[in-house]
Nanobody, 127 residues
Framework: QVQLVESGGGSVQTGGSLRLSCAASDYTYINNCMGWFRQAPGREREGVAAVYTGGGSTYYADSVKGRFTISQDHAKRTVYLQMDSLKPEDTAVYYC????????????????????WGQGTQVTVSS
C-alpha cells in the first residue's frame, strides 16, 4: 500500500503562490493515478488535479485551470502541486491521494477509486 506524506501548505495573500509536495513511500508509485483533492469547511471533497505516473497525463478541475500545475519527479516518487494566483476560495485542506494501478482517465476525480490518502495540509488564502 502506498503511503503518502504531504508538505508545503501555509497562509498567503490573494495572488500569492504555494507549492505542495506529496512523497510516496512505496515502489508501487509507478502506474498510479496521483491526485490532489481539497475540502473546505462545510463542503464536499473535490478533485483539484491529477497525474498518471505511468505516462504523465494531467487533469485539472475547471476552477484551477491556468493557475495550478501538477508535476512529478519519478526519481523522488514525489508529486507536486504548484498553485499560483491563489484566491480566497482556494482555502481548504489539501489531500494527496493515490489510485493504485488505474489510469486517471478512469479514476479521477472519483474519490472511491483513491484508496490511499495523505494526512492533509492546510492552505489559507486571505483577501
Amino acid at each position: 500500500q502506498v503511503q503518502l506524506v504531504e508538505s508545503g501548505g501555509g497562509s498567503v495573500q490573494t495572488g500569492g503562490s504555494l507549492r505542495l509536495s506529496c512523497a510516496a513511500s512505496d515502489y508501487t508509485y509507478i502506474n498510479n493515478c496521483m491526485g490532489w483533492f481539497r475540502q473546505a469547511p462545510g463542503r464536499e471533497r473535490e478533485g483539484v488535479a491529477a497525474v498518471y505516473t505511468g505516462g504523465g497525463s494531467t487533469y485539472y478541475a475547471d476552477s484551477v485551470k491556468g493557475r495550478f500545475t501538477i508535476s512529478q519527479d519519478h526519481a523522488k516518487r514525489t508529486v507536486y502541486l504548484q498553485m499560483d494566483s491563489l484566491k480566497p476560495e482556494d482555502t481548504a485542506v489539501y489531500y494527496c491521494a493515490a489510485a493504485d494501478f488505474v489510469s486517471c482517465g478512469v479514476a479521477w476525480p472519483r474519490t472511491e477509486y483513491f484508496t490511499n490518502w495523505g494526512q492533509g495540509t492546510q492552505v489559507t488564502v486571505s483577501s
